[in-house]
């Protein structure tokens, strides 16, 4: 069972993420079997952020100086081997995900799910630095938001 703790650094989320611990552990018990771990306990972390904060993480971490989308900090644990395990850490820019500015709250949601699942398949281990893993990746995440879509009455 995967647990989610969710922090805020930016009043902005409170506009169109009302109980946002709730929404990505519900988001997480839609994803298919595979990835629910239903036999594990399995703990990460989501920060909240907005683009002045993920900026300086961007720079700091991975010396580009922009802000993005998204950040996955892997913990490094192996989490294939351990009963409980500590994935990493998740961090989410407010404005890449309210672009543009008056973005419907269904919308929004919907961003938020796909970039949530892009960061989580990097705590597990996927990346996309050659096309082959791009699209090992891209297939992952479609698989994945499909499964959630079908429950997305649950997030709207």
Do not use: C, Q
């Not at 010396?63 to 998740?90: A, W």
């Amino acid at each position: 069972m995967i647990s989610i703790k969710v922090l805020t650094d930016n009043d902005l989320w409170k506009k169109k993420l009302y109980k946002k611990e709730k929404f990505f552990n519900l988001l997480v018990k839609s994803f298919p079997k595979k990835y629910r771990f239903i036999n594990k306990r399995i703990d990460l972390t989501v920060l909240l952020s907005n683009n002045s904060n993920i900026k300086k993480l961007n720079k700091k971490f991975r010396k580009k100086n922009k802000p993005t989308d998204i950040l996955s900090f892997p913990s490094g644990e192996n989490y294939k081997k351990k009963k409980i395990s500590y994935l990493g850490d998740i961090i989410i820019s407010y404005e890449f995900m309210n672009k543009p500015k008056k973005t419907s709250l269904l919308a929004f949601k919907k961003r938020i799910i796909k970039i949530f699942i892009h960061g989580f398949l990097h705590l597990i281990g996927f990346d996309h630095l050659r096309t082959k893993d791009f699209k090992k990746m891209i297939k992952e995440e479609e698989k994945i938001f499909k499964s959630v879509n079908l429950n997305f009455e649950k997030f709207a």
